[in-house]
């Protein structure tokens, strides 16, 4: 039986430093775009369409198994697996809510078993990528997408925890019972309910642990709620 959810974020969560969409532009050649255009994402300029729509047009004409390995190199932080087999165990889904491109999220479930993943999604065309966006994808739709997971998993949201890095966790941070922010940006930090650094995702353990088996009226801190 299920007792809840752990969602996890992929750039700057579980990749370390940099971002899926960069990796994969850095071998695709556009990599110089999808940087200004994440950098914009950062500052608040574009929006995370905008950014989509740029970084797809590099796709073009690449076919899915190609993508495929390059997604054998892409940086990772150590621990995962080890942190999905600890969810598991407690009955929580590993559950991945991001904005990286679908063939990313598809990717690292079968590699660590998450559960689901979100993301956008790019248009195939007899096989290849078209270079345009077949469905698109923001930081409210990955709560949204959060949300609608735990509603068929049949559980209270406030039961589920959320772990991510930036300003597109936001959303999701303010729905669930425990937002971690992990190697994260001030934003993040402020809006989360606990936080945790380092080069390995099992530095969130101790704080999913504590959440999970403290009394009602102590927060994840240990210390007494307001």
């Known amino acids: 039986m299920v007792r809840g959810a752990v969602f996890f974020d992929v750039d700057g969560t579980l990749v370390p430093q940099t971002s899926s969409g960069q990796h994969l532009a850095d071998l695709l050649g556009h990599a110089d775009v999808v940087r200004e255009a994440e950098a914009g994402y950062a500052a608040g300029t574009l929006s995370n369409r905008e950014v989509s729509v740029l970084d797809a047009r590099g796709w073009a004409g690449r076919t899915p198994a190609h993508v495929r390995d390059f997604l054998e190199s892409l940086p990772l932080v150590d621990g995962i697996a080890e942190t999905v087999a600890w969810c598991r165990r407690q ?130 801190s240990g210390r007494p709620a307001d």
């Open 91 to 220: 009955d929580l889904l590993p559950v991945l809510a991001t904005l990286a491109w679908e063939p990313v999220g598809t990717y690292l479930c079968e590699r660590f078993g998450f559960g689901h993943a979100s993301g956008p999604r790019l248009e195939v065309i007899e096989g290849c990528y078209s270079g345009e966006v077949a469905e698109h994808f923001d930081e409210t739709g990955k709560r949204d997408f959060a949300l609608g997971v735990a509603a068929e998993l049949g559980v209270d949201p406030a039961r589920c925890a959320a772990i991510g890095d930036s300003r597109s966790d936001l959303p999701l941070f303010s729905a669930v019972g425990l937002a971690i922010a992990f190697n994260a940006t001030s934003v993040a930090r402020s809006a989360a309910h606990a936080e945790a650094d380092g080069g390995d995702l099992r530095a969130v353990l101790p704080l999913l642990s504590r959440w999970l088996h403290a009394h009602p009226h102590i927060d994840v």
